[in-house]
Antibody, heavy 120, light 107 residues
């Protein structure tokens, strides 16, 4: 059974960089069979796609966040990571990592989500 | 970006009712549409992919239809455990976008 687990600081100061890691178990990022996504959800609001990475290659970002986002992967640890720079209160949200099929856009496995609050 | 518009934003129905949610895309997305269920404090769960295909393990009372710009999600007989917020999501191109959600309550 594939499982994803987000980890990282729950509190980040304004203007600093938010850093999260998603650890994948029950499946290998290095297999190249899936994309690995980040999605966020402010409290009481809808879902926003942040970006995705395929193995160590193809990376796609939401243009609305592209100047501030970096997604990377560590295949040796079966983890992928999100960095979001210059954060403001508007970046306060639950951040999810999720697996996506290569050719079908199905976000079929999700982490439980981690709340990141931007506050001084 | 493709805009996904769901309606209604909330609805209340009785156990056993047939419930229908619609999702409209701002441009033709063929059948590149998924539906998710999100319960409070939980991650979204994939229910329907490619507009009409039931994800493995999902009860058959859930169904989806449509293509192009107009899509429908149906629960044939509402159960108490179906109380959740439902989202549509397109994957025609990047960036993926989601509908604003439909919050379902029991009368």
């Amino acid at each position: 059974q594939v499982q994803l687990q987000e980890s990282g600081p729950g509190l980040v100061k304004p203007s600093q960089t938010l850093s999260l890691t998603c650890t994948v178990s029950g499946g290998s990022i290095n297999s190249g069979s899936h994309y690995w996504n980040w999605i966020r959800q402010p409290a009481g609001k809808g879902l926003e796609w942040i970006g995705r990475i395929w193995r160590s290659g193809d990376i796609n970002y939401n243009p609305s966040l592209k100047t501030r986002v970096t997604i990377s992967v560590d295949t040796s640890k079966n983890q992928f990571s999100l960095k979001l720079s210059s954060v403001t209160a508007a970046d306060t949200a639950v951040y999810y990592c999720a697996r996506e099929g290569l050719n079908d856009g199905r976000l079929d496995y999700w982490g439980q989500g981690t709340l990141v609050t931007v506050s001084s | 970006d493709i805009q996904m518009t769901q309606s209604p934003s909330s609805l209340s129905a009785s156990v056993g009712d047939r419930v229908t949610i619609t999702c409209q895309a701002s441009q033709d997305i063929s059948n590149y549409l998924n539906w998710y269920q999100q319960k409070p404090g939980k991650a979204p769960k994939l229910l329907i992919y490619d507009a009409s295909n039931l994800e493995t393990g999902v009860p058959s009372r859930f169904s989806g239809s449509g293509s192009g710009t107009d899509f429908t999600f149906t629960i044939s007989s509402l159960q108490p455990e179906d109380i959740a917020t439902y989202y549509c999501q397109h994957y025609d191109n990047l960036p993926y976008t989601f509908g604003q959600g439909t919050k379902l309550a029991i009368k």
